[in-house]
Each structure stands twice: as C-alpha cells, then as structure tokens.
C-alpha cells in the first residue's frame, strides 16, 4: 500500500508539473525508496542520462584544437555530421546525396530501435529516460519520422551503441572564455567503450561533434 501510495504522488507530481529532476552519473537507489526533501511532499527523481567528462575521462583535461567541417543546417545536422564524421574516418568520401540519405538512415534506424521493436528499446534504457523527461515516447515516435527532426542527446546515446561509435560533443572554447579563445571544449562522450575495440573488432576513432547551440552541429577534425 505505501509503495501504491508513493506511485500516486510521483504520477500526480508528474501530471502537475510540479516533480523534481535532478540527472546523476551514477545508479541511485529505486524510486521506491525516495523521501521527502526539504520537509515538503514533493521528491526528486533520477535520470543517469550520460558518462560525465569529469575525473575519469582526460577529455576535459585540456583545450583542443581542430578544423571545423561545416554541415548542412537542414534538421538532419547531427546525423549528417555523424555520418560525414564516420565516413571520414574511414577515408570515405560522400556526394551530398549520399550524405543525406545516409543522415535519414541513421535517423530511422533510431526509430527503428525506439519506436518500433519493444524487445530492442530495453536495451536503450538511458536513451528512453532523456525522451520520456521531456515529452511521450508516442509523441517523438511520431516526430522521429520528419527528416527535419533535431537529434540530440536520445539520439547520440542510441547511435553510439548502435553504431559501435565513440562520439565526443564539443563546445566553442569561446562560448566559456567570455568571448575570446579558437580551441574547443568537449562536454559530453557517448560509446567511450568502442575506443578501446574488442576481440572481434578494432578499435574505433571518435566521431567529434561541435555543438554551436541553437541546435546546430557541426563537424570536428
């Protein structure tokens, strides 16, 4: 009955807009277990969304210098440059329609994981927990379809494993130095697993992404 009751608020605090998220980096214990804070009825949930880039990842040890590779702001900005970065990796050059249509393939394979087989999505569990923050895994199962979808974190954290695919996001170094600075700053490391390869397969060169804000991406190399 407690735990019934329990469920009751967290549904009620969710329909309200009045429930508390906080994102970790680290697994907390089940819902269930959670108390009041602050002496109040309300409570905070937990979404382990990605890796921090903090003590174990020397990412954020220092600034870093790369070229940017312009993409296409159409929508599919981010699997384009994903597709651009991975092709350059593997000294592969694309037409502009091959970039495209393999931006969009990389958008429905995400739907495909997500949104149409259910044995699949569980093993997405990270990438479910950033959609369903933010809206119904109906309503982005139904947007996923535009070609003019912004993708974002969901998407990296799908891809990344889907795709065997370390990926890095950077930021402008000028975007935290108020206003000065060319270097670039990455803030967030997706399939960091896949650097090292495994028994079946080498190991993979990261895709690094800039991220311009306004949902722009581009491409880092």
């Not at 597709?83 to 970039?99: C, F, R, Y």
């Not at 890095?168 to 697993?193: D, H, L």
Request: with cysteine; hydrophobic share 35%.
């Amino acid at each position: 009955m407690a735990d019934k009751f329990l469920h009751g608020n967290v549904i009620e605090q969710l329909a309200s807009g009045i429930a508390k998220f906080e994102l970790v980096s680290s697994p907390l214990p089940s819902i269930s277990n959670a108390t009041p804070f602050l002496g109040d009825n309300s409570y905070r949930f937990f979404a382990r969304i990605a890796p921090s880039l903090g003590t174990k990842s020397p990412a954020m040890k220092k600034i870093e210098r790369y070229t940017v590779e312009k993409v296409t702001g159409d929508g599919r900005c981010l699997f384009r440059a994903l597709v651009k970065g991975m092709a350059i990796n593997k000294g592969i050059g694309l037409k502009p329609w091959e970039e495209r249509d393999e931006a969009d393939g990389l958008r429905m394979a995400v739907k495909e994981v997500i949104c149409d087989n259910g044995k699949e999505r569980q093993h997405y569990e990270e990438a479910l927990v950033a959609i369903t923050v933010e809206e119904s895994l109906k309503r982005y199962c139904q947007r996923i379809e535009r070609p003019d979808f912004w993708g974002g974190e969901s998407e990296l954290l799908v891809l990344s494993k889907l795709c065997s695919q370390p990926i890095i996001v950077y930021i402008p170094e000028n975007e935290q130095k108020g206003g000065w600075g060319s270097g670039f700053i990455p803030i967030s490391e997706y399939g960091a697993e896949f650097n090292k390869g495994s028994k079946n397969g080498k190991p993979r060169k990261a895709v690094r992404l800039l991220y311009r804000g306004r949902n722009h991406y581009d491409l880092l190399v």
